[in-house]
């Protein structure tokens, strides 16, 4: 059951030279930390690929997850350290001082997301990502081959820190996929396999396609083609 699946990593900040950062978080993931670090993500069924990007995977999730409930946010999706940022203080990155007044951290979402890679720890985020073959809420054949291939944003699209580029790098330590294993009666299983010997296995998949335009200053009108 790929709707009810989860991706797993493992991850953590460190300085250029590879020791540990300060105390202080002074650098942190932005507002969607799990889904920006990912730039794409391709899968193949059968040695099939499933699936086609256009690079805009952060986009969609980010969309996605802004839609969920107050609740989801509150509780299940800070597994993916979900916090959001302040929206009057979106690009401050003033959080070099966890202990400093809130006044000196305007940015309440960062400050919090820093505080968990603190002194170089690693820290686990866990997940959905919203690819189309994961939002099919049929099962999948147990006898299918799945394979997934990760390609990885640049760090300085999803870290935000107020010290120069180049001082801190990111490093992924380990990733997994959580998949979730459904176990159906002996009669629906044999009904299936009567049904596939004459038939296809058919999997209805909504597939969503983003674009981005750039709108130019003062415009009080803009047209585009759909």
């Not at 690009?91 to 007044?101: I, M």
């Not at 400050?111 to 686990?124: D, L």
């Not at 002996?186 to 596939?196: D, F, Q, R, V």
């Not at 058919?202 to 803009?222: G, Q």
């Amino acid at each position: 059951d790929l709707s009810e699946s989860y991706f797993m990593i493992t991850c953590k900040y460190e300085k250029a030279d590879e020791s540990a950062i300060a105390a202080a978080p002074l650098i942190g993931p932005i507002q969607n930390p799990l889904t920006s670090i990912m730039k794409t993500v391709d899968m193949w069924i059968n040695n099939v690929k499933v699936t086609f990007n256009e690079g805009n995977l952060p986009y969609i999730n980010f969309l996605h997850n802004f839609m969920q409930s107050q609740q989801a946010k509150d509780t299940y999706m800070t597994t993916s350290l979900w916090a959001e940022d302040s929206y009057d203080s979106l690009t401050s990155c003033n959080q070099s001082n966890p202990q400093a007044a809130d006044d000196a951290n305007p940015n309440k979402g960062l400050k919090k997301r820093a505080n968990y890679f603190t002194s170089s720890r690693e820290v686990i985020l866990i997940g959905k990502v919203y690819i189309p073959p994961h939002n099919v809420t049929k099962l999948y054949l147990p006898h299918l081959k799945f394979d997934w291939r990760v390609e990885l944003t640049d760090m300085s699209f999803f870290s935000m820190s107020a010290q120069p580029a180049g001082s801190y790098k990111f490093v992924l330590m380990d990733a997994a996929i959580l998949l979730r294993r459904v176990a159906v009666s002996p009669s629906l299983s044999l009904a299936h396999s009567s049904i596939l010997q004459t038939r296809n296995a058919l999997y209805p998949c909504k597939y969503m396609r983003s674009s981005s335009y750039n709108i130019p200053a003062n415009s009080y009108d803009f047209k585009f083609e759909n």
